[in-house]
Protein backbone atom coordinates (compact mmCIF):
# COMPACT_ATOMS: atom_id res chain seq x y z
CA UNK A 1 0.00 0.00 0.00
CA UNK A 2 1.44 3.60 -0.71
CA UNK A 3 -1.13 5.82 0.87
CA UNK A 4 -2.76 5.65 3.01
CA UNK A 5 -0.14 4.84 5.82
CA UNK A 6 -1.25 3.05 9.00
CA UNK A 7 -2.93 5.37 11.17
CA UNK A 8 -2.89 8.31 9.24
CA UNK A 9 -5.15 11.49 10.29
CA UNK A 10 -7.40 12.13 7.48
CA UNK A 11 -9.13 15.60 6.95
CA UNK A 12 -11.38 17.53 4.73
CA UNK A 13 -13.54 15.17 2.32
CA UNK A 14 -15.11 12.05 4.31
CA UNK A 15 -13.65 9.44 1.76
CA UNK A 16 -10.26 8.74 0.60
CA UNK A 17 -8.26 6.91 -2.14
CA UNK A 18 -6.54 4.24 -1.41
CA UNK A 19 -3.64 3.43 -3.78
CA UNK A 20 -1.05 0.97 -3.89
CA UNK A 21 1.08 -1.85 -5.98
CA UNK A 22 0.47 -5.77 -6.07
CA UNK A 23 1.62 -8.41 -7.95
CA UNK A 24 -0.14 -7.59 -11.96
CA UNK A 25 -3.72 -8.62 -12.67
CA UNK A 26 -4.36 -9.32 -9.27
CA UNK A 27 -7.83 -9.34 -7.66
CA UNK A 28 -8.32 -6.95 -4.30
CA UNK A 29 -10.74 -7.28 -2.18
CA UNK A 30 -11.29 -3.88 0.16
CA UNK A 31 -13.04 -3.91 3.36
CA UNK A 32 -14.14 -0.95 5.56
CA UNK A 33 -16.27 0.25 7.82
CA UNK A 34 -19.52 2.39 6.32
CA UNK A 35 -20.76 5.45 7.68
CA UNK A 36 -23.65 3.02 8.48
CA UNK A 37 -21.61 0.91 10.66
CA UNK A 38 -22.30 -1.93 8.13
CA UNK A 39 -19.04 -3.68 6.83
CA UNK A 40 -18.90 -2.84 2.75
CA UNK A 41 -16.30 -4.28 0.68
CA UNK A 42 -15.13 -3.48 -3.25
CA UNK A 43 -14.12 -6.01 -5.60
CA UNK A 44 -11.53 -4.61 -8.77
CA UNK A 45 -8.50 -6.00 -10.34
CA UNK A 46 -4.83 -4.79 -10.27
CA UNK A 47 -3.64 -3.17 -13.82
CA UNK A 48 -1.03 -4.81 -15.87
CA UNK A 49 1.65 -3.33 -13.23
CA UNK A 50 -0.05 -4.07 -10.33
CA UNK A 51 -1.29 -0.66 -9.57
CA UNK A 52 -4.66 -0.14 -8.32
CA UNK A 53 -6.88 2.37 -6.74
CA UNK A 54 -10.06 2.40 -4.43
CA UNK A 55 -12.12 5.41 -3.16
CA UNK A 56 -13.43 4.31 0.89
CA UNK A 57 -15.93 6.20 2.58
CA UNK A 58 -14.87 7.42 5.78
CA UNK A 59 -16.85 7.58 9.30
CA UNK A 60 -16.04 10.11 12.08
CA UNK A 61 -13.27 8.82 14.20
CA UNK A 62 -11.55 5.19 13.92
CA UNK A 63 -11.55 3.37 10.44
CA UNK A 64 -10.63 0.15 9.46
CA UNK A 65 -9.52 -0.92 6.36
CA UNK A 66 -8.71 -4.95 4.92
CA UNK A 67 -6.99 -5.17 1.73
CA UNK A 68 -6.70 -8.57 -0.03
CA UNK A 69 -4.76 -9.54 -3.04
CA UNK A 70 -4.80 -12.63 -4.64
CA UNK A 71 -3.08 -13.76 -7.74
CA UNK A 72 -2.63 -17.22 -9.40
CA UNK A 73 0.86 -16.75 -9.65
CA UNK A 74 1.43 -16.43 -5.29
CA UNK A 75 -0.87 -19.24 -3.56
CA UNK A 76 -1.51 -17.58 -0.40
CA UNK A 77 -3.54 -14.06 -0.57
CA UNK A 78 -1.71 -10.96 0.74
CA UNK A 79 -3.66 -9.33 3.74
CA UNK A 80 -2.55 -5.69 5.11
CA UNK A 81 -5.15 -3.73 7.29
CA UNK A 82 -5.33 -0.31 7.57
CA UNK A 83 -6.40 1.67 10.96
CA UNK A 84 -7.49 5.23 9.86
CA UNK A 85 -8.97 8.46 11.99
CA UNK A 86 -10.93 10.67 10.16
CA UNK A 87 -11.26 14.33 11.49
CA UNK A 88 -14.28 16.31 10.02
CA UNK A 89 -13.22 19.26 11.93
CA UNK A 90 -12.84 21.85 9.17
CA UNK A 91 -9.11 23.06 8.31
CA UNK A 92 -7.48 26.27 9.12
CA UNK A 93 -5.41 27.78 6.30
CA UNK A 94 -2.24 28.87 7.82
CA UNK A 95 0.75 30.05 6.52
CA UNK A 96 4.20 30.58 7.51
CA UNK A 97 7.77 32.00 6.20
CA UNK A 98 10.34 30.33 7.84
CA UNK A 99 13.30 31.43 5.51
CA UNK A 100 14.50 34.09 5.58
CA UNK A 101 13.58 36.08 8.16
CA UNK A 102 11.90 39.53 7.45
CA UNK A 103 14.59 42.44 6.99
CA UNK A 104 17.82 39.96 6.57
CA UNK A 105 20.72 40.89 4.28
CA UNK A 106 22.13 37.84 2.08
CA UNK A 107 25.16 38.12 -0.40
CA UNK A 108 23.68 35.47 -2.67
CA UNK A 109 21.78 35.99 -5.62
CA UNK A 110 19.72 33.06 -5.19
CA UNK A 111 17.64 32.81 -2.68
CA UNK A 112 15.77 29.65 -1.11
CA UNK A 113 12.61 31.05 0.25
CA UNK A 114 10.85 28.06 2.69
CA UNK A 115 7.74 27.58 5.21
CA UNK A 116 4.95 25.47 6.60
CA UNK A 117 1.26 25.98 5.26
CA UNK A 118 -2.10 23.55 5.39
CA UNK A 119 -1.08 20.43 3.27
CA UNK A 120 -2.66 20.31 0.05
CA UNK A 121 -2.71 24.09 -0.16
CA UNK A 122 -1.20 26.11 -3.24
CA UNK A 123 1.42 28.23 -2.39
CA UNK A 124 3.09 30.81 -4.66
CA UNK A 125 6.18 33.07 -4.16
CA UNK A 126 6.01 36.44 -5.93
CA UNK A 127 3.01 35.68 -7.83
CA UNK A 128 4.90 33.22 -10.75
CA UNK A 129 6.68 31.09 -8.92
CA UNK A 130 5.08 27.86 -7.74
CA UNK A 131 6.05 26.07 -4.27
CA UNK A 132 5.15 22.69 -4.17
CA UNK A 133 3.98 21.55 -0.25
CA UNK A 134 4.78 18.10 0.97
CA UNK A 135 2.58 15.90 2.60
CA UNK A 136 3.32 17.56 5.92
CA UNK A 137 2.99 21.24 4.60
CA UNK A 138 6.53 22.21 3.95
CA UNK A 139 7.05 24.15 0.58
CA UNK A 140 10.13 25.95 -0.96
CA UNK A 141 11.10 27.94 -3.94
CA UNK A 142 14.39 29.75 -5.42
CA UNK A 143 14.32 33.26 -6.64
CA UNK A 144 16.76 35.76 -7.89
CA UNK A 145 17.75 38.41 -6.16
CA UNK A 146 18.21 41.96 -7.35
CA UNK A 147 20.74 44.60 -5.62
CA UNK A 148 19.15 46.01 -2.70
CA UNK A 149 15.78 45.81 -0.75
CA UNK A 150 13.48 42.58 -2.67
CA UNK A 151 10.15 42.42 -1.13
CA UNK A 152 8.93 39.12 -1.50
CA UNK A 153 5.43 38.08 -1.11
CA UNK A 154 4.45 34.48 -0.81
CA UNK A 155 0.53 33.53 -0.95
CA UNK A 156 -1.25 30.41 -0.09
CA UNK A 157 -4.81 29.60 -1.20
CA UNK A 158 -6.71 26.86 -0.01
CA UNK A 159 -10.46 25.58 -0.87
CA UNK A 160 -11.06 29.71 -1.56
CA UNK A 161 -9.55 30.81 1.51
CA UNK A 162 -6.10 32.71 1.10
CA UNK A 163 -3.30 33.69 3.34
CA UNK A 164 -0.65 35.93 2.37
CA UNK A 165 2.72 36.67 3.62
CA UNK A 166 5.11 39.77 2.73
CA UNK A 167 8.91 39.89 3.92
CA UNK A 168 12.00 42.47 2.57
CA UNK A 169 15.43 40.52 2.21
CA UNK A 170 18.33 43.16 1.03
CA UNK A 171 20.78 41.38 -1.19
CA UNK A 172 23.92 43.32 -0.70
CA UNK A 173 27.11 42.84 -2.65
Sequence with gaps: MHYPANLDVIRGQPEIDLFGTTLP????????????D????????????????????????????????????????KHQLLQLIYDSTPLTLFLDVTAPEDGSVVSDQVLTVSGETLPGAQVVVNEIIPAPTDNTGRWQANIVLRPGANEITVRAVFEGNAEERVITVTHGQ
Design 38 to 77: MERSIILRADSEGHFIATIPLAEGFNVVEVISNNSASPVA
Design 25 to 36: RSILEVTYDSRE
